[in-house]
T-cell receptor, first 111, second 113 residues
Framework: GEDVEQSLFLSVREGDSSVINCTYTDSSSTYLYWYKQEPGAGLQLLTYIFSNMDMKQDQRLTVLLNKKDKHLSLRIADTQTGDSAIYFCAGIAPDGNKLVFGAGTILRVKS | ETGVTQSPTHLIKTRGQQVTLRCSSQSGHNTVSWYQQALGQGPQFIFQYYREEENGRGNFPPRFSGLQFPNYSSELNVNALELDDSALYLC????WGEGDTQYFGPGTRLTVL
């Protein structure tokens, strides 16, 4: 089945760019997603990318997909203190019904 | 963006009891999924309901069961609660027309003592 791995922690200074990385095992995911979770809250969808795309940009967010290496990244430009949260990447299982999440990356933004 | 609501927000139960968690999906979304998120981990898929029928199940025992109703509401029932069932329970409704995207509710924090 699908397995998704992420680095556990990232610390950046306010105004810098943040890059959160993710690797996955199952290349049959149609879509790959990035979610944000603030303390005590549910998951907020940030963006998603179709598996036949290499890049998607959405305001401050840039998603890069390297299908050969099964590597997904999320770049946040001009990182703000409000971006401090846990970020999860997720793939959709081939049968289309379940999301498989990584363990999450804690992003800490220092002012 | 998300019209998914869940109740209650928090719940405390004792081992062996039964619990029902509720979710109201976004109008028009006929698919709801439930996830369990233990502390410090990513969400784990419990099961999915499509048009009131179970449409896939994760690695959870039968004491985890669900229902989906025609009015876009759903329930997660857990019998014979165990200490390890303490977690944040999330429901999500799917927009099949937009990246097959699952939109999550705020979750129910269940504590089993």
């Amino acid at each position: 089945g699908e397995d998704v791995e992420q680095s556990l922690f990232l610390s950046v200074r306010e105004g810098d760019s943040s890059v959160i990385n993710c690797t996955y095992t199952d290349s049959s995911s149609t879509y790959l997603y990035w979610y944000k979770q603030e303390p005590g809250a549910g998951l907020q969808l940030l963006t998603y990318i179709f598996s036949n795309m290499d890049m998607k940009q959405d305001q401050r967010l840039t998603v890069l997909l390297n299908k050969k290496d099964k590597h997904l990244s999320l770049r946040i430009a001009d990182t703000q203190t409000g971006d401090s949260a846990i970020y999860f990447c997720a793939g959709i299982a081939p049968d289309g019904n379940k999301l498989v999440f990584g363990a999450g990356t804690i992003l800490r933004v220092k002012s | 963006e998300t019209g998914v609501t869940q109740s209650p927000t928090h719940l405390i139960k004792t081992r062996g009891q039964q619990v029902t968690l509720r979710c109201s999906s976004q109008s028009g979304h006929n698919t709801v999924s439930w996830y369990q998120q233990a502390l410090g981990q990513g969400p784990q898929f419990i099961f999915q309901y499509y048009r009131e029928e179970e449409n896939g199940r994760g690695n959870f025992p039968p004491r985890f069961s669900g229902l989906q109703f025609p009015n876009y509401s759903s329930e997660l029932n857990v019998n014979a609660l165990e200490l390890d069932d303490s977690a944040l329970y999330l429901c999500a409704s799917t927009d099949w027309g937009e990246g097959d995207t699952q939109y999550f509710g705020p979750g129910t924090r269940l504590t089993v003592l």
